[in-house]
Structure formats: C-alpha cells, structure tokens
C-alpha cells in the first residue's frame, strides 16, 4: 500500500510539473496593447463590428498573451506599410509570407483559390486547363489583381471578361487607388446565373457560399496553373501574421500563440468554412 501511495504521489508531482512548466511556456509580450491593423469593412476578413474571422483570431491572441486589442481600421491597403511605420498599428492577422511590407510568423494556415459554381448547372471544373474556361460565352469572375486575372490573360479570355472588371469596380479608374470589391458580389453574381463560375480566395468566399440561397459548390482549384511560358501561377497559399519591423519581438510571442493555440484557430477557420490544405 505504501508503495501504491509513492506511486500515486510521483504521478500527481509529474503532473503539476507539467501543467507549471506549460503555464511559463505560454507566450508573454511586454506592452500594455497589441495594436492590429484590419479593414474596417473588409469581410469576411474583419470589420470595425468586429464580425470577421480574422476579429475572432485577433481575441484569442489578445487573450493568450494577456493584452487588450486596438484596432487601426484602414480603408486604404495601399497606405498601410506608411501606417505600421508610423507606428499606427504593428501586427496584420493574415497575410503572405512573402509580403514585404513585413516580418512574418510561421504558417498557420494553408488554404487556395476556389471555382464557385451553382449545383444545379452541374459545372465540374477543378483546373485552369479545363476546355470550358476557354469557350467565350464561359462567362468566369476573378477578383482584380488576383491570379485569376493572370490566368484570364493566359487563355485570351481577358478582353471577354473585361466588362465585368469594370462593373465590379464600379467603373472606376484603379489606378493608384484602391477600390475595394465585395467578394460576396461574385458569389450572388454565380447564384444569380449573371456568371457561370467565379474564382475566388477560399477564405473570402467561404462564408458567402454557405449564406446562398441558392445552393452552390465550392471546389478548390488544382494548383497545377502555369503561364505561357511554363511558370507556375500558384494557387494554393500559406497564410502568416505580419510584424511591424520596428518590432521584431513580436514575430516570437505571435509564433507562441500559434504553438498554443493552433487549434483553436484552426477551429475558427472551419467554423468559417474555409477548406484547409496540409502545410
């Protein structure tokens, strides 16, 4: 008996030893806020109601690290480096790990592009090679300066779909400016037979696809795009958070909260639909 109580004792210490030694790995951050910059309407990504996605990702790194959240709502992408170096704000939730602008954590999610077709026009594409993207009255919406467009100028299928650029940009010149385009716009466009098909970033789409009326099917496209030339258009992307580079140390507690709580990200992500690829 007075062995089973030794036992039992070595368990309950190696226990408390674990939990104690988690508690001091989780990641601490040595300021009085964490300041993120997020659109102020840019669903499903965030909006200044905090009804975005990227809002709910945001709390669990406020809470993990223990700091309130300040947003900075831009309306202009285009100013936004000018923004974090001025010090208005110093972590972006989502973003590419090759974006410039930034330092950047690990990967936390890889996702890609989607065909969104109505079911009952039974529309099977999964790749850009397919023979249907070719035929001109194949009408297919992409967002603006997005690999879409790159693969409409591959196949001539551009200057066909030039109108609706300019449609959905509410003809207005995009040059040095930014006009912002509802992702939502082209999914009802789909549903509303106004397009066959729309591509669109999986996490953009996710939400608007599950809200249709009209019952749709989101397929993610093939990563097997390429150029003319045989260089590949990806179509499948890691997502990371973005630093400010006047705060490096940042890149550390951020990649701490991504250890600690990957899956209640994850768990946010599949809540909002957004299919997910092995990284």
């Known amino acids: ?16 030893l674990s939990l104690t030694l988690s508690v001091f790995a989780l990641p601490t951050l040595a300021a009085d806020v964490l300041n993120i910059c997020a659109g102020k309407s840019e669903l499903p990504f965030s909006n200044d ?41 110093d972590v972006l939730i989502g973003t590419d790990p090759n974006d410039p602008r930034v330092l950047v954590t690990k990967p936390y999610y890889r996702s890609g592009y989607v065909f969104v077709t109505r079911k009952d026009r039974e529309i099977d594409v999964t790749s850009w090679d397919h023979p249907y993207l070719k035929e001109k009255n194949f009408r297919i919406g992409v967002m603006p300066d997005s690999p879409g467009k790159n693969m409409l100028l591959q196949i001539n299928r551009f200057d066909d779909m030039f109108d609706y650029f300019t449609e959905i940009q509410n003809f207005q010149s995009t040059r040095n400016r930014y006009i912002h385009v509802e992702p939502s716009r082209l999914v009802n466009d789909v549903a509303n037979m106004h397009l066959h098909m729309a591509m669109l970033w999986a996490p953009e ?14 397929v993610l496209v093939d990563d097997t795009a390429k150029k003319t030339n045989g260089e590949k258009i990806p179509m499948h992307y890691n997502v990371v958070m973005g630093v400010s580079k ?34």
């Open 205 to 218: 789409a996710a939400r608007y696809v599950r809200a249709s009326d009209v019952p749709l099917n989101m």
């Open 1 to 16: 008996m007075f062995a089973e109580v030794k036992k039992n004792s070595r368990t309950w210490l190696s226990v408390c």
């Open 246 to 279: 006047q705060h490096p140390e940042l890149v550390e507690a951020l990649n701490g909260v991504i250890d600690a709580h990957g899956a209640e990200i994850t768990a946010i992500l599949k809540d909002e639909g957004v299919p997910l690829l092995n990284q």
């Open 49 to 89: 109601q905090k009804q975005g996605f990227e809002n709910k990702i945001a709390a669990v790194i406020g809470k993990t690290l223990n700091v309130p959240i300040n947003y900075f709502w831009w309306t202009n992408p285009l100013t936004l480096q000018k923004d974090m170096e001025e010090g208005k704000c």
